[in-house]
């Protein structure tokens, strides 16, 4: 079943503000382990900065995920893309090692 545009842009909203409230517990969590302290408003923009580069994945991934050229897309066509990118054989080896 595919999913509508709308459907998507809920489920990445939703998807994002759970990851704000994640990120921003993990800044106060995890940054003063490691000696880096920062401001809350320093947190706050590092979290939306973090936030508009994930809702835009997560929407644009959906879409590919739910579109026509994907379902016509192949599986060596994915093989050779991700080996192209990488500009390897790492993603690839491990890509194959894993489809059934």
């Known amino acids: 079943m595919s999913q509508s545009k709308r459907a998507s842009l809920v489920e990445a909203v939703v998807s994002t503000l759970v990851g704000v409230v994640v990120g921003l ?14 401001s809350y408003e320093t947190d706050l923009w590092l979290v939306f900065w973090f936030t508009v580069v994930s809702f835009i994945r997560s929407y644009l991934m959906r879409r590919a995920w739910n579109s026509e050229w994907w379902k016509r897309t192949t599986w060596s066509t994915w093989v050779w893309t991700l080996e192209f990118l990488t500009l390897g054989a790492a993603a690839t080896l491990a890509l194959v090692a894993i489809h059934p």
């Open 25 to 38: 517990v993990a800044q106060w969590v995890f940054f003063p382990m490691y000696g880096i302290y920062t």
